[in-house]
């Protein structure tokens, strides 16, 4: 059984803070300037390789079981392989958020990653338009590349004004790369700052192509990583939907500078610790219970329903294993 599933019925029922799934915005650089996302602007505060495996240290202790690296564009980093073979030295899975470009030529430094989970928005021409010329066919290299070294992959699509009708198309490429992909709206202001998002999907349209995800669901399509659940709270979008938050519990966000908070839409009034210039569990154990109407993020989506003990999600959990 997936292994953080278990973690999460056992701290669950203990009422213990633990975490278990920790994301890690390992930096901020990006070599793409994708339309919906401002991350790329901010200026570079990576942390050095030697308090990047501190923190791993910690979070070995801690018990964490599995780190999600994003960014920014994670193999922007030199070093990041050497991250990535440390944390699986600890015992902690990886997974790893790129927008494909780097893969093909880092794919070595890939050899201990669990699961790498590349972008995508839609065919060449979609998907281009809002990454960049090239940007189709990187995907598609890096799913050729990991295939070949017997890395998993997954895909990931942001929902836009653009891509509402291609939903169909993406499946039919994931089930090609024989891969799931998970999809979540895109928000009214770009990822990562104050600037409206130009491509955020009218809600009409946008809650019929959810409707749609959630028909092929039900009907068994494998292929899709959300839960039924996870996809009839994101269809509520952008209507605010209360959800208790898994985050301070069983997870968290590092962000490149070692501040430690709930997650990347950082919306709540705390002063966040830092795991540089304290221990990763005191940064940790400042993140108090709370409870969000604004979680529109696939992924903490399905971990707040799965800590909730929705038994469905529970299993679609298991299902996207990753061992």
């Not at 278990?20 to 996302?37: E, F, M």
């Not at 690296?69 to 073979?85: A, C, H, V, Y």
């Not at 154990?285 to 979680?295: G, M, Q, T, Y």
Request: proline share 5%.
């Amino acid at each position: 059984m997936f292994k953080p599933a278990i973690g999460l019925l056992q701290a669950k029922l203990l009422k213990r803070k633990k975490p278990l799934v920790v994301g890690w915005a390992i930096t901020d650089q990006c070599n793409r300037k994708c339309a919906y996302c401002a991350i790329w602007r901010r200026p570079e505060r990576d942390l050095p390789l030697e308090q990047v495996t501190a923190i791993i240290d910690d979070l070995a202790e801690a018990g964490a079981l599995r780190i999600s690296f994003t960014g920014g564009e994670p193999l922007l980093r030199q070093d990041m392989g050497d991250i990535i073979s440390y944390a699986h030295e600890k015992g902690i899975e990886t997974k790893m958020n790129s927008n494909g470009s780097l893969v093909k030529e880092k794919i070595d430094a890939l050899r201990h990653l669990d699961l790498l989970t590349l972008s995508l928005d839609g065919p060449m021409e979609i998907h281009d338009a809002i990454r960049g010329r090239g940007a189709f066919a990187d995907v598609q290299a890096a799913l050729r590349a990991a295939r070949e070294q017997g890395v998993k992959t997954s895909l990931a699509t942001v929902l836009t004004s653009t891509n509402l009708d291609a939903v169909d198309a993406i499946l039919d490429i994931a089930r090609q790369a024989s891969c799931r992909v998970t999809f979540q709206p895109a928000t009214t202001m770009r990822l990562g700052g104050q600037i409206k998002n130009d491509l955020t999907p009218p809600a009409g349209p946008y809650r019929e192509t959810l409707n749609h995800l959630i028909i092929r669901k039900k009907a068994g399509d494998q292929h899709i990583a959300n839960s039924v659940s996870g996809l009839s709270h994101l269809q509520k979008w952008p209507e605010p939907t209360s959800m208790a938050c898994a985050s301070g519990w069983i997870s968290c966000r590092i962000e490149p500078d070692g501040s430690v908070l709930y997650c990347s839409r950082e919306s709540f009034p705390f002063q966040p610790g830092n795991c540089v210039e304290a221990s990763f569990q005191e940064a940790f154990n400042k993140l108090r219970p709370v409870v969000c109407n604004d979680c529109w993020c696939a992924a903490r989506v399905e971990l707040n329903l799965a800590y909730a003990l929705n038994l469905p999600v529970l299993l679609n959990l298991v299902n996207n294993r990753v061992d």
